[in-house]
Every structure is written in C-alpha cells, then in structure tokens.
C-alpha cells in the first residue's frame, strides 16, 4: 500500500531504521540463544566442551586461506559501507524543499510557510500555528501543526481549514492539489482571572 | 522513542562501518606483510584467549545471556517506536489531518469533568481505546457510568475520526463502599 504524499507529510518515517535495530536486535538475540545451546551441550556433549576457537576451524581457515582473506575483506568493506549508508540515513536531516510551481517561479519554503501560518492563525480558536515544507522537490508536501485554544470545536477547525487557509494558497499558488499534513494539539487553558 | 531509536540506529550503523574497517585492514595487513604482526588491534592475543576459552565457560554464557537482553531490548525499542497519533478523516484530496492521543484525553476529560457531579477524571486515550476514570461523591457508578458513556459517545460523533475508538469509563464512588 502506498501513502500519499499528505500521510508520508505527517511526520518523518522511521521504518527503515526501526527495522534495521530490529534485524540487529534478532541477530545478537539468536546469536546469544545459540551460543547458550551450544554450551548446555544440546548439541552434542563434546561439542560445547571444545574452545571458541576451536582448532578444526582454524585448519580449515589455514588450508583455504586465500578464499578466506578475500572473503574477509569484501565482507570488512561491505559492512564499511552498509554502516556508513545506515549512519548517514538515520540521522539525514528533514528536507525544506522549495516550491517549483514553473520554469522560473520558485516559491522559498519560508515564503510559504510564513504566508500560511499568519493564514491559520487567524482561524477562531487557533492560538498559534507552525508551518513547514517537508518532503523532497519531487513531492513537496506542507506541514501544519495547530494549538487550538482549549474549549474549541474541533471539527469547525477541521473544516475552516481546508475551505480558507488552505484554499487561499491552493489559489495564489495556482495549484489544483497542495499536500498538507495537519496536526492538531489541544492547548490546556490558560488560567483565567476571576472577573 | 522514536527519536531514540533514530539515535540508536545511526550508532548501530557506526560501529558497524567501524568493525568492517578494521576486518578489512587487520585481514589485509596480515595478507601483505606476514609476521609484522597485528596493525591496530591485538587479535593474535585475543585468539589465544579464545582458544582457552570454552563454549559452556561460565563467561562465555554471560556473555552470551547479555547479548541476548540486549538484542531483545532492542527489538522492544524500534518496536515501541511507532506513530501514536490518532487520524482524523480527510477534509480534502492529499490533506491528512491528525491528533495527539494526549490532545483527545484532553478533549474527553474536559467534557467529563464538566459533567454533573463529577470531581475529577483521569483519561488516556489511544487510536484504539479511551480509558475513562472518574471520581464522584455524590453518584453510584451504576447511576452515572451509562451517563457518561453517552457523553463520551456523544463527543466522539463531533470528532471526525477515522475509526472510532472503544469507550470503557470507570467510577470511584464513596457511595458503593457502603
């Protein structure tokens, strides 16, 4: 299934580095349960009484040592690079990507974000508003976070939303779909002076 | 804890770029001038120790107990690292729209405690469940649990979310103790 560009526009995915820990976390899990059957001696008495480096192996490795060192250094060079490309992965910063509405007209991410968030702030009930453009150039996407005032009607907000604000800069832009993303927060109330 | 996770993965990626370096010039040093010993790391003194070393050894199955919780903290990590907030419906094409399950606890307990003989409410909400728990003096939970499940049911209808969460409310009353 794949999400528009809206739903990605929530907020930044985190599945390929969740299920890169999750595959680490599997492996030193098995690794250590295996490690254990082996030294209760379930399989075979003898073979969990024999060293880790055990000398059958290191014959072996001996008898075929060139295979071995190429072996070794391809996979040494393919964990440099897989490590690097996770590292830099999981900490890429989040894009602010430009809007290109033609050949030379460029919206700046903060022009837009600005002009929406003084939109949105003036819906009732709105007490502050942050706006962002998220995504990559191909599939730029607008993020809104809202704070309504406590005491709000959600679902008014819910529809103001999409028939000003967001139509408002669907029309200046010129663009028929913006994808936005909009989270709402409730604030708590802040505290009232008796009157 | 996603943004754990996120820091976690990144070190994971790290220490990995790190071992695959020192595999490869440790194998290749070795290849290229034999007997000059190690370059960086003193492997010939760890492969003697390994060569003592048992697989049912007492350290051995330390070591390999705490790889194991390790692993399995790391699989419950990432895997409590999802997203919480809770969908609304679209209002419009490619406009997604959601909330915080802490602004919808918000907005139930405000509406609960505004309830009739009500004094106090403790509400965790999640996309799946909203946990309601209130504190009257002056009502049994048999008179004011069906009350307060139709003005949280009632609520629900003016929120638009995509799927409707389970409504279970809970009443602390003095008056069922007697």
Known sequence: MTRSVSAKALGRSTGTERTLTVLIGLVALLGGVAVLVLGAGWLGTYRGRRPLADPIALDWLSQNALAARIGAIVLGVLLLWLGLWWFFRSLRPEGRPDLELDDDLVVTS????????????????VGRARVRAVGDSENPALRITLWLTEGTDLKRVWEQLDLTVLARARESLGVAVLPTAVRLELDTAAPQRVR | MRLFVRLLSALIGLALAAAGVLLALEVGWGWWRPGRGPLFLPWDAWRDRLAELTWGGSSVRLAAIVAGVVGLLLILAAASAGRRAI???????????????????????VTVRAQDNVAGAKVTASAKKIRVRAISRMETEGQLRPRLLETVSGLLDEVPLVRRPKVSVVVDSPKDRR
């Open chain 2, 87 to 109: 969908r609304l419906t679209d209002p419009a094409n490619e406009v997604s729209v959601t909330t915080s399950p802490r602004s919808l606890a918000r907005l139930v307990g």
């Open chain 1, 110 to 125: 903060s022009a837009i974000s600005e002009a929406v968030r003084l939109d949105a702030e003036t819906i009732d009930g």
